[in-house]
């Protein structure tokens, strides 16, 4: 059982996802990354989407706000939407 505390490794694997995307993508064509498998690659640990949903989104924020504030995405009831960003690095 998680207690859904945000880890470091929370944060990291969603960096992992921002970071390795977000300047891939098609700059006129985002992309839609469902719950379901966000939740498979990401929070297998957890038994409730719900929970898992709320980590998650708080994860993300925290990466971006921390790590990667050009990244361009939306969270919202279908899943995430990745749009073009610039990279991490300059």
């Not at 989104?57 to 790590?67: I, K």
């Not at 939306?74 to 990279?87: A, E, V």
């Amino acid at each position: 059982m998680h207690d859904g505390a945000i880890s470091l490794g929370d944060s990291a694997r969603y960096l992992g996802l921002v970071s390795q995307r977000v300047h891939r993508i098609d700059r006129k064509r985002p992309a839609v990354v469902p719950w379901i498998p966000l939740k498979e690659l990401f929070g297998w640990q957890y038994s409730l989407m719900i929970d898992f949903k709320r980590v998650f989104e708080v994860s993300l924020g925290q990466v971006h706000a921390c790590v990667y504030p050009d990244a361009r995405f939306h969270i919202h009831m279908d899943g995430l939407t990745l749009f073009f960003s610039r990279p991490p690095a300059k």
